[in-house]
């Protein structure tokens, strides 16, 4: 009986850390799955805002992944390294994004919109880690 009650336990904090950062990383994935999503009519207030969608849905990535981790993974030497696989996780997706990005009607990949994407991670390493 001990056995079913760990299992259970386990799903259910599986679902609980590591579902929300999936989610998010499927809703990243939708929208850069779209030909064209909204614009503003000005230009540069439409850069603006394109950018800061990367830096804010990155940052979101980073805090759901980082997350996920602290709370699954207690080992004391693994705790200082996390936010570098946090960072590293989120570097791949960016770059498995732009990949997909290429492939999407449309739309093109770049490496600026990567360094968006880690500037919004790293803001949000900075801000976990109390730098900001």
């Known amino acids: 009986m001990k056995i079913n009650s760990s299992i259970g336990l386990l799903i259910i904090k599986v679902l ?4 929300p950062p999936v989610l998010w990383a499927g809703i990243i994935f939708l ?6 999503l909204p614009t503003l009519s000005a230009s540069p207030l439409d850069f603006l805002f ?3 969608s990367h830096i804010f849905v990155y940052a979101v990535l980073f ?3 980082h997350r996920a981790l602290t709370r699954t993974h207690r080992q004391i030497t693994l705790i200082p390294t996390i936010w570098l696989w946090t960072l590293l996780f989120c570097l791949l997706y960016a770059t498995g994004d ?4 290429s492939f999407v009607p449309g739309r093109f990949a ?10 919004g991670a790293s803001l949000a390493l900075l801000y976990k880690y109390r730098y900001v």
């Open 63 to 65: 805090l759901l992944i």
């Open 50 to 52: 394109k950018k800061m």
């Open 31 to 36: 929208l850069s799955a779209q030909s064209a």
């Open 16 to 19: 609980n850390y590591y579902l």
């Open 98 to 101: 732009e990949l997909h990005q």
């Open 110 to 119: 770049t490496l600026r919109d990567i360094g968006y994407d880690m500037l």
